[in-house]
T-cell receptor, first 112, second 114 residues
Framework: GQQLNQSPQSMFIQEGEDVSMNCTSS?????WLWYKQDPGEGPVLLIA?????ELTSNGRLTAQFGITRKDSFLNISASIPSDVGIYFC????????????FGRGTSLIVHP | DTAVSQTPKYLVTQMGNDKSIKCEQN?????MYWYKQDSKKFLKIMFS???????INETVPNRFSPKSPDKAHLNLHINSLELGDSAVYFC?????????????FGSGTRLTVV
């Protein structure tokens, strides 16, 4: 089946630093989704991308749908302690079951 | 006014027992899901129901049986619990064919089998 490689697996940064993470796939996706999971909670949708090359922001978060449609990137600017959590990418193909393939997550820890 | 609510939040039980997890959504979504998150945080789809009908049943032991009495509820019953069933189980919902608009997840049920 389809697989998503998400990297890095974990990040330890200082408050105020910028963060970048990405997902790559051997398959083409038509939709990319980015979720954040706070400790003890379920994942929450941050950004959805529907078009190759699309760049979408949500506050300090910016995500991009790669031109090849096989990758996506998430950037967080000026990180703050509440950015701590696990970030998941997910990709979907059209005409399928609308069940996304999830990456394995990037665990982010922000030191104050 | 929680959108997707699961109960219980925590469940500790002995091997061999039977247990149920309940899920309800008040978003008017037509499709509901069960996901399992293992200790390495990998999210794996287990089941998907659309308007009370099973549409996705991944390779899950038949000890797991979902039940959807109406489109707002999707419960998960697990028979003869095993140690390997320990995980966090998430219920989620979406619009019909709306996985590409993102799911709304519940806050999870942490199941520990001892």
């Amino acid at each position: 089946g389809q697989q998503l490689n998400q990297s890095p697996q974990s990040m330890f940064i200082q408050e105020g630093e910028d963060v970048s993470m990405n997902c790559t796939s051997s398959s083409i996706f038509n939709t990319w989704l980015w979720y954040k999971q706070d400790p003890g909670e379920g994942p929450v949708l941050l950004i959805a991308l529907y078009k190759a090359g699309e760049l979408t922001s949500n506050g300090r978060l910016t995500a991009q749908f790669g031109i090849t449609r096989k990758d996506s990137f998430l950037n967080i600017s000026a990180s703050i302690p509440s950015d701590v959590g696990i970030y998941f990418c997910a990709g979907l193909t059209s005409g399928g079951s609308y069940i996304p393939t999830f990456g394995r997550g990037t665990s982010l820890i922000v030191h104050p | 006014d929680t959108a997707v609510s699961q109960t219980p939040k925590y469940l500790v039980t002995q091997m061999g027992n039977d247990k149920s997890i309940k899920c309800e959504q008040n978003l008017g979504h037509d499709t509901m899901y069960w996901y399992k998150q293992d200790s390495k945080k990998f999210l794996k789809i287990m089941f998907s129901y659309n308007n009370k009908e099973l549409i996705i049943n991944e390779t899950v032991p038949n000890r797991f049986s979902p039940k959807s009495p109406d489109k707002a509820h999707l419960n998960l019953h697990i028979n003869s619990l095993e140690l390997g069933d320990s995980a966090v189980y998430f219920c989620a919902s979406s619009r019909s064919g709306g996985g590409d608009y993102g799911y709304t997840f519940g806050s999870g049920t942490r199941l520990t089998v001892v």
